[in-house]
Nanobody, 126 residues
Framework: QVQLVESGGGRVQPGGSLRLSCAAS????????VGWFRRAPGKEREGVSC????????YYADDVKGRFTISRDNAKNTVYLQMNTLEPADTAVYYC???????????????????WGQGTQVTVSS
């Protein structure tokens, strides 16, 4: 089974930044839409962002728009989520996932992704 691996989580103060990475060992992410999701304590998993293969389409949830940026490094087979101006409400386990469908708000909202990582913890606290 394809495995995605997230990294880059940690603890940061409000207003700080983190960059999450999503890599795959047996999947060429260049040909897949990759999405980022998060599960906050006591809440259901929610969609954060996605980027289509070729980076032609991107989507951001309203509460991260303008603060988070999704990008690809095709040479490294890695997708990043740059998170700036972090808030305590961003505290969650962050997951990446892949699908061959095109990035869209519907895809993220319905979480229609077939391959998932194990998650990385992000804690925003003073």
């Amino acid at each position: 089974q394809v495995q995605l691996v997230e990294s880059g989580g940690g603890r940061v103060q409000p207003g700080g930044s983190l960059r999450l990475s999503c890599a795959a060992s047996e999947l060429n992410l260049n040909y897949y839409t990759v999405g980022w999701f998060r599960r906050a304590p006591g809440k259901e998993r929610e969609g954060v962002s996605c980027v289509s293969a070729g980076a032609g389409d991107t989507y951001y949830a309203d509460d991260v728009k303008g603060r988070f940026t999704i990008s690809r490094d095709n040479a490294k087979n890695t997708v990043y989520l740059q998170m700036n101006t972090l808030e305590p409400a961003d505290t969650a386990v962050y997951y990446c996932a892949a699908t061959q469908d095109r990035c869209s708000w519907y895809l993220v909202k319905q979480q229609l992704f077939g391959s998932w990582g194990q998650g990385t913890q992000v804690t925003v606290s003073s």
